[in-house]
């Protein structure tokens, strides 16, 4: 019996990443000029996924966006799995905004990846749908390597790790 080769394909944030970048956010915003005496939250939620964004005007939060997509990148958190929601305007001086942190490969993008990988048509290279991850199997290693290679050159809306690496 020939001994298979997988790799898993799955997503998502490290949310203490994202938890130091929000404090660090916090921090510089305190000290910048241009938002003293400006009323400002940016609240994480771990367990919701969340960070939400509260000030006065869009502008500024806008500005906050920047100085904290800017945090995040600094720490290594994948901006293609921040989604920003609309922005809502909670009272007549404050707006909101939602952004959602991504942490698995949803239905629509497994299916996306596993028609990209059948499309290929490397040899003897299979793909399935595992609950929020993608999984490849292969016999031979090379292979499984030059589809990682076609995958990081796609854009799928999401960054894409690679990981669990097994032979059976």
Wanted: proline share 1%; net charge neutral.
């Amino acid at each position: 019996m020939a001994s298979n080769e997988t790799f898993d394909i799955t997503t998502g944030c490290e949310l203490q990443e994202v938890d130091n970048a929000v404090n660090q956010t916090l921090k510089e915003l305190q000290q910048r000029y241009d938002f003293r005496g400006v009323k400002f939250k940016v609240e994480f939620d771990r367990t919701g996924g969340t960070v939400t964004l509260h000030t006065e005007d869009e502008h500024r939060l806008d500005a906050i966006w920047d100085v904290l997509q800017t945090k995040m990148v600094r720490r290594k958190v994948p901006i293609k799995n921040l989604h920003r929601g609309n922005v809502i305007a909670a009272s007549s001086f404050e707006v909101l905004q939602e952004i959602n942190l991504q942490q698995a490969i949803d239905s629509e993008t497994a299916k996306k990846i596993v028609k990209y990988i059948k499309e290929k048509k490397i040899k003897k290279v299979q793909a399935s749908i595992q609950i929020e991850q993608v999984r490849v199997t292969s016999p031979s290693r090379d292979a499984l390597q030059e589809i990682m290679g076609f995958l990081k050159q796609e854009d799928f809306g999401v960054e894409l790790q690679f990981g669990n690496f097994r032979s059976k």
